[in-house]
C-alpha cells in the first residue's frame, strides 16, 4: 500500500494523519484484502480501478477487528451484528465477475483420468 492509499484509508476510518500505532495493522490488512482478492479473481497483478475494492475491505476488516465471528452485540442502547454468512468481498463480486468471468470458472467440471 502506498502513502496516498493510507492516507484515504485513514481518513475513511477517522484516524489522525499523525498516528502511526495502527499503519502496521492496516498494511497487513491491506496486503490480506489484496491477496484474498488475487485468489478470488485470479489475477497476479490488481489493476489501479479495483484499489477502491481493496481500501473498502480493508476498512471493513478494520471495523471488525476484534469482532470477528460476532454475529449481534447489544450493549448500553448500541447493537452490531455482522453475517457471519457473508464474504467480504460480497458486494464487489458481480464487478469482479464482470472482469474476471467467474461464472465461467464456477462452472463445474468433471474430468476422469
Known sequence: ??????K?????????QTDTEQDDLLMDLWEDAEQHFKLLS??????????FIIR???AI?????????????????????????????????????KDFNLAEARRGRVRFL
Open 42 to 51: 485470479g489475477a497476479s497483478v490488481i489493476a489501479d480501478k479495483y484499489t
Open 8 to 16: 484515504k484509508l485513514k481518513r475513511r476510518l477517522g484516524i489522525e
Open 61 to 97: 476488516r478494520y471495523n471488525r477487528k476484534g469482532s470477528e465471528g460476532m454475529n449481534s452485540e447489544s450493549v448500553d442502547g448500541y447493537s452490531a451484528s455482522y453475517d457471519t454468512g457473508k464474504h467480504d468481498f460480497d458486494d464487489y463480486l458481480s464487478i469482479i465477475d
Open 1 to 6: 500500500m502506498d502513502d496516498t492509499q493510507l
Open 56 to 58: 473498502d475491505v480493508t
